[in-house]
């Protein structure tokens, strides 16, 4: 099956730093990306959709001045946590839609703010 | 909005039995998806339903999706320790390509 990697696994980091996590569909190409965040015993909440080449479109009450979105490839999106605060601290996960409408996801990110 | 709601919560089995999760959306499906979710790890693709009434099978895990495109099952026959995880079912949203979730479903099987 397709693969779509997201690195890093897990990130410690001091509050006040950004962090960016990689997310890159391995085996077939990605016009759209998905980025996802997953609170503890919550379904997944979209974050914004990541398009190649413009403009992320993000879902209403996502700061997007905080999470800075880049999709510069059709196999690699990038989610940048700017200023990170412990708020922040997460499960962030990606996905890549192929065509015919699957979405296949990385491993998440596990993002922890001190 | 469109909503996925998720039966039951979580569930515990013995191994070898069978179980059944449901996904019931409060409007129409135009495609359903159901993954599975370990701890802390991504979600990893099991089957994808269009069609009402369509059903499909892989190894001992069976989805369908009924006529009227509003509920899903996913039933797991003789399971086994290694089936237990967090099963989500997921719907197009009809936007962007993006997909809604149900808050999933807790498998835990004991040996």
Same mark, same amino acid.
């Given at each position: 099956?397709?693969?779509?990697?997201?690195?890093?696994?897990?990130?410690?980091?001091?509050?006040?730093?950004?962090?960016?996590? !990689?997310?890159?569909?391995?085996?077939?190409?990605?016009?759209?990306?998905?980025? %996802?965040?997953?609170?503890?015993?919550?379904?997944?909440?979209?974050?914004?959709?990541?398009? !190649?080449?413009?403009?992320?479109? %993000? !879902?209403?009450?996502?700061?997007?001045?905080?999470?800075?979105?880049?999709?510069?490839?059709?196999?690699?999106?990038?989610?940048?946590?700017?200023?990170?605060?412990? !708020?922040?601290?997460?499960? %962030?996960?990606?996905?890549?839609?192929?065509?015919?409408?699957?979405? %296949?996801?990385?491993?998440?990110?596990?993002?922890?703010?001190? | 909005?469109?909503?996925?709601?998720?039966?039951?919560?979580?569930?515990?089995?013995?191994?070898?039995?069978?179980?059944?999760?449901?996904?019931?959306?409060?409007?129409?499906?135009?495609?359903?998806?159901?993954?599975?979710?370990?701890?802390?790890?991504?979600?990893?693709?099991?089957?994808?339903?269009?069609?009402?009434?369509?059903?499909?099978?892989?190894?001992?895990?069976?989805?369908?999706?009924?006529?009227?495109?509003?509920?899903?099952?996913?039933?797991?026959?003789?399971?086994?320790?290694?089936?237990?995880?967090?099963?989500?079912?997921?719907?197009?949203?009809?936007?962007?390509?993006?997909?809604?979730?149900?808050?999933?479903?807790?498998?835990?099987?004991?040996?």
């Amino acid at each position: 099956g397709a693969v779509v990697s997201q690195h890093p696994s897990r990130v410690i980091c001091k509050s006040g730093t950004s962090v960016k996590i !990689e997310c890159r569909s391995l085996d077939f190409q990605a016009t759209t990306m998905f980025w %996802y965040r997953q609170f503890p015993k919550k379904s997944l909440m979209l974050m914004a959709t990541s398009n !190649e080449g413009s403009k992320a479109t %993000y !879902e209403q009450g996502v700061e997007k001045d905080k999470f800075l979105i880049n999709h510069a490839s059709l196999t690699l999106s990038t989610l940048t946590v700017t200023s990170a605060h412990p !708020e922040d601290s997460s499960f %962030y996960i990606c996905s890549a839609r192929r065509s015919g409408g699957i979405q %296949y996801f990385g491993a998440g990110t596990r993002l922890s703010v001190l | 909005s469109q909503e996925l709601e998720q039966s039951p919560q979580s569930l515990i089995v013995q191994e070898g039995k069978n179980l059944t999760i449901n996904c019931t959306s409060s409007k129409t499906l135009y495609g359903l998806y159901w993954y599975k979710q370990k701890y802390g790890e991504g979600l990893i693709f099991l089957m994808m339903l269009q069609k009402g009434g369509e059903e499909k099978s892989h190894e001992k895990i069976t989805a369908k999706l009924d006529e009227k495109k509003q509920q899903s099952s996913l039933h797991i026959t003789a399971s086994q320790p290694s089936h237990a995880g967090i099963y989500l079912c997921g719907a197009d949203s009809g936007s962007q390509g993006n997909l809604i979730f149900g808050k999933g479903t807790k498998l835990s099987v004991k040996p």
